[in-house]
C-alpha cells in the first residue's frame, strides 16, 4: 500500500481521513514509504494489508487442524476408494492449512505483500473443494433410494453441481488474484477483483441454496413415493437400515427415524453457506472495510465454519457409512453389472433388520419374490 496525498495533502484510508498535520499517526517519523518499507517500529498497523496483526495462537491451532484432517483424509478414502471425496477434502484442507500459515507470516510481517496474497487466494478458494464432495455424497444417496425418486438422474445432479462449484472456484481465485494483486497500487483493477470474488462467493451461495432444495425435493419425492406403497431400491435395504447412514442423511427423510441424528450432511452444508454469505459481506466493503478489519468475526466465521465442516465428515466419512457400497452406489455402473451384485444379496435380505420400519419388511417380500431374470429390467428403470 502506497498513501497519495490529495491536493488538500490529505487521504482516506480506511475510511479515516489523515493530513500532513496527523501524519504521524500512520507513520511515526512523518515519512510517507510504501507499506513494504514500513515495519511496526516505524509505521501504524493501518497502512498494513490487514488493519490489524493476526493472531498467532488461533491461526497455529486451525493450521494444525487442518493438517490433521488433512491427514486422516488420505487413509479414509484409500481404504473404500472414495475417491472423489478423498480429492475434495484433502486439497480443501491442504488450501485451508496454507491459508493459516500465511496468516502467521503475516504476524510476523504485517507489511509484507506475499503473506495477504497467500491468505486471500488460498482461503477464498478453499470451501468450493469441500462443497464438490458435498455434492458427490448426493449422488450416492440418490442411487441408495433409487431413481425414480429424484426429478433428474444423479448424472444430471453431479454434473450441474460440479460444474456450478467450478464456476466458483473459477471466479473466486482469479478474483481475488486480481484484487490482491492490486491492492494499494490500482483502486480500480483492486476493486474490479473485489467484484469478481464477490460473484463467485454470491454464485456459490446460489449453488448451496439450490444444492438445499434439490435434497429437499428428493427428500419429499421419497416421502411421498413411500407413502404410495412404492419400495426404494431394494438392494441397499441394509445399508438404509444402519444407524450411520441414518446420521449421515440430509434432510431428514422418512427412513431415518431419529431425525435429530440426520446432521452430517445439513451441517456441512448450513455451516459453508453461512461461511460464504460472511465473505460476501465482508468483501462488499473490501479490503479496508469495517468487517475485514476485526479479526474476531473473521476467526468464528471463516475458520470456526469451515473446521465444523471437515471435522463432521471426517468423523462419519463416507467409507465409515457406506462402507462397500460406496462403489456400489455408484450411478456410472453398468445396469448388467449392478443387477449380479444384486443378485448376490439377495440371499442377505431375508431376515429383515431390527431397526427396520414395516414397509421395509414388505420390500425385503417383494425383493425376495423378483425372478432373477426380471431384475437386470427393474436396475434398467433407474440406472439406465
Known amino acids: 500500500m502506497v498513501l497519495t496525498l490529495d491536493s488538500n495533502g490529505c487521504a482516506v484510508i480506511r475510511k479515516q481521513v489523515y493530513c500532513e498535520n496527523n501524519i504521524t499517526q500512520l507513520y511515526y517519523d512523518g515519512q ?5 518499507e514500513c515495519t511496526l517500529d516505524t509505521c501504524s498497523l493501518i497502512v498494513s494489508n490487514w488493519g490489524y496483526l493476526p493472531n498467532s495462537a488461533g491461526n497455529i491451532f486451525f493450521i494444525i487442524l487442518f493438517a490433521l484432517i488433512f491427514l486422516l483424509q488420505i487413509p479414509l478414502g484409500v481404504w473404500k476408494k472414495t475417491w472423489g471425496v ?29 503473506p495477504f496474497l497467500i491468505y486471500i487466494i488460498f482461503l477464498t478458494i478453499a470451501p468450493a473443494f469441500l462443497s464438490a464432495a458435498i455434492y458427490l455424497c448426493l449422488t450416492r444417496i440418490i442411487v441408495v433410494y433409487g431413481q425414480t425418486n429424484a426429478r433428474f438422474s444423479p448424472r444430471i445432479y453431479s454434473v450441474v453441481f460440479m460444474f456450478s462449484d467450478f464456476v466458483a472456484l473459477v471466479l473466486q481465485g482469479s478474483g481475488g488474484g486480481l484484487a490482491s494483486v492490486n491492492a494499494g497500487k490500482d483502486a480500480d483493477k483492486a476493486q474490479q477483483g473485489i467484484n469478481i470474488m464477490i460473484a463467485g462467493l454470491a454464485w456459490q451461495v446460489i449453488s448451496l441454496t439450490i444444492f438445499a432444495v434439490a435434497a429437499a425435493d428428493f427428500a419429499w419425492y421419497v416421502k411421498r413415493n413411500h407413502h404410495s406403497g412404492s419400495p426404494p431400491n431394494p438392494a441397499f435395504l441394509q445399508l438404509r437400515s444402519s444407524k450411520k447412514f441414518k446420521a449421515f442423511l440430509w434432510p431428514p427423510t422418512p ?34 472495510g469495517k468487517i475485514a478489519n476485526e ?22 466419512h463416507p467409507s465409515f457409512v ?14 448388467v453389472k449392478v443387477a449380479q451384485q444384486q443378485q448376490q444379496r439377495q440371499t442377505g435380505m431375508e431376515k429383515e433388520s431390527p431397526s427396520s420400519s414395516s414397509w421395509e419388511a414388505e420390500a425385503v417380500a417383494e425383493a425376495k419374490q423378483i425372478p432373477s431374470v426380471s431384475v437386470a429390467p427393474y436396475e434398467q428403470r433407474r440406472y439406465g
Open 255 to 288: 427412513f431415518a427415524k431419529h431425525y435429530e441424528n440426520c446432521l452430517v450432511l445439513a451441517i456441512q452444508t448450513l455451516v459453508i453457506y453461512i461461511r460464504s454469505c460472511y465473505r460476501v459481506a465482508e468483501l462488499t466493503e473490501g479490503f479496508t
Open 86 to 114: 478423498l480429492i475434495g477434502m484433502t486439497i480443501g484442507a491442504a488450501l485451508e492449512a496454507v491459508g493459516y500459515v500465511g496468516r502467521i507470516m503475516a504476524h510476523n510481517q504485517p507489511f509484507s505483500f506475499n
Open 295 to 316: 479479526e474476531v468475526p473473521y476467526m468464528i466465521f471463516e475458520p470456526t465454519m469451515i473446521a465444523i465442516a471437515v471435522i463432521a465428515m471426517t468423523v462419519l
Open 32 to 36: 510517507i514509504r510504501p507499506s513494504s
Open 322 to 335: 457406506f462402507g462397500d457400497e460406496w462403489k456400489r452406489a455408484d450411478f456410472r455402473l453398468g445396469s
